[in-house]
């Protein structure tokens, strides 16, 4: 069974850090891209971040570039999200969920971790 | 880019049939047989419906449905049960590993 536990999440203040991990387990992590996807509250879905199964290869929506940083580390079939400077409107649950297709469509998701920025 | 653009809600009693939209542009669904229909039930993660415009993940009942025609795409339910209802977001593929999603219709089952 494909299971994506997401942890990390808590409470930060504006300009702040934060690390988010994605435990895969259920499938051979390493030949498959990922997503990092962000739901803020009572709103709609977002993709932050991708990046593909050897993670060589990384993709940011642009109001993360330069301040979110997608990595794996597929020894340990783990997606990891190093999130900084972070803002109010970063403010949201995040879903690491399992890439699928020529799209990278997200075939499996996390049940997510909530990232609150606040002072 | 922008959101796509999908109504806020819609709603139909067990058995009809509903349909929800898609609006994107050239640059998005029209541009990519690569829409995607998420489901997500209140405080659950999002689960696939269809992909590829009109394809079904094994699961997926065949009362699910999708489309496309020109910039719009639709999911379409039929036979609606009490358990469809949830909120629907569609998501296409903008070229350059960038990916644009709907704002989310709330389907409510009367």
Redesign the interface.
């Known amino acids: 069974e494909v299971q994506l536990v997401e942890s990390g999440g808590g409470l930060v203040q504006p300009g702040g850090s934060l690390r988010l991990s994605c435990a895969a387990s259920g499938f051979t992590f390493s030949n498959y891209a990922m997503h990092w996807a962000r739901q803020a509250p009572g709103r709609?879905?977002?993709?932050v971040s991708?990046i593909n199964s050897n993670g060589d290869s990384t993709?940011y929506?642009n109001s993360v570039k330069g301040r979110f940083t997608i990595s794996r580390d597929n020894s340990k079939n783990t997606l990891y999200l190093q999130m900084g400077s972070l803002r109010a409107e970063d403010m949201a649950v995040y879903?690491c969920?399992r890439v699928?297709?020529?799209?990278?469509?997200?075939?499996?998701?996390?049940?997510?971790t909530l990232v609150t920025v606040s002072s | 880019q922008s959101a796509l653009t999908q109504p806020r809600s819609v709603s139909g009693s067990p058995g009809q049939s509903v349909t929800i939209s898609c609006t994107g542009t050239s640059s998005d669904v029209g541009s990519y047989n690569y829409v995607s229909w998420y489901q997500q039930h209140p405080g659950k993660a999002p689960k696939l419906m269809i992909y590829d415009v009109s394809k079904r993940p094994s699961g997926v009942p065949d009362r699910f449905s999708g489309s496309k025609s020109g910039n719009t795409a639709s999911l379409t339910i039929s036979g609606l049960q009490a358990e469809d209802e949830a909120d629907y977001y569609c998501c296409s593929y903008a070229g350059s590993y960038t990916w644009v999603f709907g704002g989310g219709t709330k389907l409510t089952v009367l």
């Open positions: 709609g879905l977002e993709y991708a993709y929506t879903y969920a699928r297709g020529s799209a990278w469509y997200s075939d499996y998701w996390g049940q997510g």
